[in-house]
């Protein structure tokens, strides 16, 4: 959904979940041997750990990953300044990859 229309609501930016994008997205982890995204994270979420999960399609053991640092990972993942914290700090994304 457009800026315009959600300016009028409160209803969910995404119309549907697309787990053949969520997926693609996830994949991209390289499972570094440190990692700096979770380092990053306030919370010190296991991220290598629910992407590689999301990848695989176990998407409730992901959910449940996020669970055991965070006990409101979708309302943290809206607001989060990922691209400041575990994005940021990502070794794909600070080689230039991303």
């Known amino acids: 959904r457009g800026a315009d229309a959600r300016r009028e609501d409160f209803r969910e930016i995404y119309a549907e979940y697309a787990d053949a994008k969520a997926k693609e997205q996830a994949s991209r982890c390289s499972q570094c041997g440190v990692p700096y995204c979770q380092t990053h994270c306030p919370l ?5 750990d629910w992407l590689r999960l999301t990848a695989e399609g ?10 055991a640092t965070n006990t409101f990972p979708e309302i943290c993942g809206r607001i989060c300044p990922q691209d400041r914290l575990c994005e940021g700090n990502c070794v794909i994304e600070q080689s230039g990859h991303g």
């Open 58 to 67: 176990r998407l409730r053991e992901a959910y449940e990953v996020s669970q």
């Open 44 to 48: 010190h979420n296991n991220i290598p």
